[in-house]
Nanobody
Framework: VQLQASGGGLVQPGGSLRLSCAASGFTFDNYYMGWFRQAPGKEREFVAGISWGGGSTYYVDSVKGRFTISRDNAKNTVYLQMNSLKPEDTAVYYC????????????????WGKGTQVTVSS
């Protein structure tokens, strides 16, 4: 099983980034996918999630209206489009696969990828 996140980097406040997470080794479209982040000295936070077919999404309040999660089951890839980035969005971002939204909220995902660093700074 592999979840490979990419697309992180350094961006100025107000800028945008698009994260991608390519999955392999499991049946991607059977899994709820989520993006999580962890800032230095803080606990890991569930940021956004998307259901198996992409018809249902979830966002933490702090990113609603700025972040958009999507998935392409044909490419076994989940995305996180991040707009209007703020310094407080700075963190390592991880993608993960699990059974349900509830599992994602609890942080109880089955598979985790290595993170990609997002730094928002002028």
């Amino acid at each position: 099983v592999q979840l490979q996140a990419s697309g992180g980097g350094l961006v100025q406040p107000g800028g945008s980034l698009r994260l991608s997470c390519a999955a392999s080794g499991f049946t991607f479209d059977n899994y709820y996918m989520g993006w999580f982040r962890q800032a230095p000295g803080k606990e890991r936070e569930f940021v956004a999630g998307i259901s198996w077919g992409g018809g249902s999404t979830y966002y933490v309040d702090s990113v609603k209206g700025r972040f958009t999660i999507s998935r392409d089951n044909a490419k076994n890839t989940v995305y996180l489009q991040m707009n209007s980035l703020k310094p407080e969005d700075t963190a390592v971002y991880y993608c993960a696969a699990g059974p349900t939204l509830i599992a994602a909220i609890k942080g109880s995902m089955d598979y985790w990828g290595k993170g990609t660093q997002v730094t928002v700074s002028s």
